[in-house]
């Protein structure tokens, strides 16, 4: 996991501290900048009795992906069947948690989720992905920086030598 998380070790570890100690923690950022992958790596992580993945798609519907004990699933849901899924695998019974991915793609179902989960199941915690912060009550928003680039003299040469090519082609291509 080191290596897939190059540069975002300390952050992972900042983060699952964090959930620890509040109900519900956004991870915000750019587009692209790893919010799902980090987010993933928290859901794989963590050990939690119970656990679920959610992810919004841009028509609304809800992928949900559970590994409480052996049991996996992944299901298009709406709002109220993901409800009805967090009380089948007993969420809040116990210690939970609740990713939440894309909250940016359908913000207002994202919001609605998250306030009645967070009502409903006192045992619970989320980790939510978006661009912007949910504005819920007792929200935390944990930024997550883009990654600097080494060095280029902390590269290997053939990396070296590979970067420069790019960048000489790149600047070629833009003569023409």
Request: with cysteine; proline share 3%.
């Amino acid at each position: 996991m080191a290596d897939l998380l190059a540069g975002r070790a300390a952050q992972l570890d900042t983060l699952i501290r964090v959930l620890y100690c509040t109900k519900l923690v956004t991870i915000t950022g750019q587009v692209g900048i790893g919010k799902t992958f980090f987010v993933k790596q928290v859901y794989d992580t963590v050990s939690y009795p119970i656990a679920a993945f959610m992810s919004f798609s841009v028509s609304g519907q809800i992928s949900v992906e559970s590994k409480e004990a052996e049991t996996f699933y992944i299901e298009s849901v709406t709002m109220p069947d993901a409800i009805n899924i967090l009380d089948g695998i007993g969420a809040g019974s116990k210690e939970t948690l609740l990713v939440i991915d894309g909250c940016e793609v359908a913000f207002e179902t994202s919001t609605a989720l998250v306030e009645e989960a967070l009502a409903r199941y006192e045992n619970m915690r989320i980790a939510a992905t978006s661009q912007v912060a949910l504005h819920i009550p007792g929200e935390i928003c944990f930024e997550l920086p883009a990654l600097s680039l080494p060095s280029l003299s902390l590269l290997p040469a053939w990396k070296n030598s590979t970067i420069l090519m790019q960048a000489h082609c790149s600047c070629r291509s833009q003569e023409r």
